[in-house]
T-cell receptor
Framework: SQQGEEDPQALSIQEGENATMNCSYKTSINNLQWYRQNSGRGLVHLILIRSNEREKHSGRLRVTLDTSKKSSSLLITASRAADTASYFCATDLEDKLVFGAGTILRVKS | DGGITQSPKYLFRKEGQNVTLSCEQNLNHDAMYWYRQDPGQGLRLIYYSQIVNDFQKGDIAEGYSVSREKKESFPLTVTSAQKNPTAFYLC????????????FGPGTRLTVL
């Protein structure tokens, strides 16, 4: 299986609610990144967290990293319809970025 | 505006044809990448290049070829040897190291007729 795997595969919430997505990985990493992809478009980088960091914020995004559990979570607070997209985690493995299969988030207005 | 452009947005190929996907960046990035994305799957690395006139195979290079004659350009050719080329193709670039933040183009959707 892949180095990084997101969970859940799909998530549907109401506007204003918080959305949490998780990423688990298998081997030690130097950094972990989260990207967003709107339907039919390219990926957009959201946030990078290094292995010596535990939490990072960017606007309504909060990312945590637990290297002991080899997992990361992405929290989107006060979600908006415009947050509807696929979210991917990417981890460094053998000096390259490896992307998970993604979580599809649907925010209903 | 700085960024990555890909063309065309949609491409149709007949069986046995080679087609070339364009990728240009004006971010002054050294490294460029080609990924393939299939429905419900993550990105798979086809080829990457860290400097001009040099490139390396990724995980699924069979049936594809690339060139890197200029820093700004990294075209991908899908050859007739690629048996299942229908997919969404994404080009990306980064400053140097392969694990740096990558900046993506808008993608090309290739369909085999």
């Amino acid at each position: 299986s892949q180095q990084g795997e997101e969970d859940p595969q799909a998530l549907s919430i109401q506007e204003g609610e918080n959305a949490t997505m998780n990423c688990s990985y298998k081997t030690s990493i130097n950094n972990l990144q989260w990207y967003r992809q709107n339907s039919g478009r390219g990926l957009v980088h959201l946030i990078l967290i290094r292995s010596n960091e535990r939490e990072k914020h960017s606007g309504r995004l909060r990312v945590t990293l637990d290297t002991s559990k080899k997992s990361s979570s992405l929290l989107i607070t006060a979600s908006r319809a415009a947050d509807t997209a696929s979210y991917f985690c990417a981890t460094d493995l053998e000096d390259k970025l490896v992307f998970g299969a993604g979580t599809i988030l649907r925010v209903k207005s | 505006d700085g960024g990555i452009t890909q063309s065309p947005k949609y491409l149709f190929r007949k069986e046995g044809q080679n087609v070339t996907l364009s990728c240009e960046q004006n971010l002054n990035h050294d490294a460029m990448y080609w990924y393939r994305q299939d429905p419900g799957q993550g990105l798979r690395l086809i080829y990457y290049s860290q400097i001009v006139n040099d490139f390396q195979k990724g995980d699924i290079a069979e049936g594809y070829s690339v060139s890197r004659e200029k820093k700004e350009s990294f075209p991908l050719t899908v050859t007739s040897a690629q048996k299942n080329p229908t997919a969404f193709y994404l080009c990306a670039s980064s400053t140097a190291a392969r694990t740096d933040t990558q900046y993506f183009g808008p993608g090309t959707r290739l369909t085999v007729l």
